[in-house]
Nanobody, 122 residues
Framework: QGQLVESGGGSVQAGGSLRLSCAAS???????MGWFRQAPGKEREGLAV???????SYADSVKGRFTISSDNAKSTLYLQMNSLKPEDTAMYYC?????????????????WGQGTQVTVSS
């Protein structure tokens, strides 16, 4: 089993930006990778997915503001977050899905990182 380690979380004011990183080891290129988040008292929410072919899909709540990317080997996954809002405050998780053609609508993560906290103040 592989490992997913997130970094880059922190506190930022509304309108600001953050870039999350995820060091992925033990996974191969044919996995789909993505980012989820969970705010206190709310369900986990899928945000962005990149599949084995590099195709990307996003949740409506972050489309146009967040960008998912990775290196060619998917050893590092990124989430660039711009125009952050207080409602983006949550724990953010890097995830991996053995189905290599997952989309934001179909992704069912098989593996999760430990999470990194993002706090956006107004």
């Amino acid at each position: 089993q592989g490992q997913l380690v997130e970094s880059g979380g922190g506190s930022v004011q509304a309108g600001g930006s953050l870039r999350l990183s995820c060091a992925a080891s033990g996974y191969t290129y044919y996995y789909s990778m993505g980012w989820f988040r969970q705010a206190p008292g709310k369900e986990r929410e899928g945000l962005a997915v990149i599949d084995r072919y590099g195709r990307r899909s996003y949740a409506d709540s972050v489309k146009g503001r967040f960008t998912i990317s990775s290196d060619n080997a998917k050893s590092t996954l990124y989430l660039q977050m711009n125009s952050l809002k207080p409602e983006d405050t949550a724990m953010y998780y890097c995830v991996a899905d053995q189905w290599g053609e997952a989309t934001i609508a179909t992704m069912t993560p098989d593996y999760w990182g430990q999470g990194t906290q993002v706090t956006v103040s107004s």
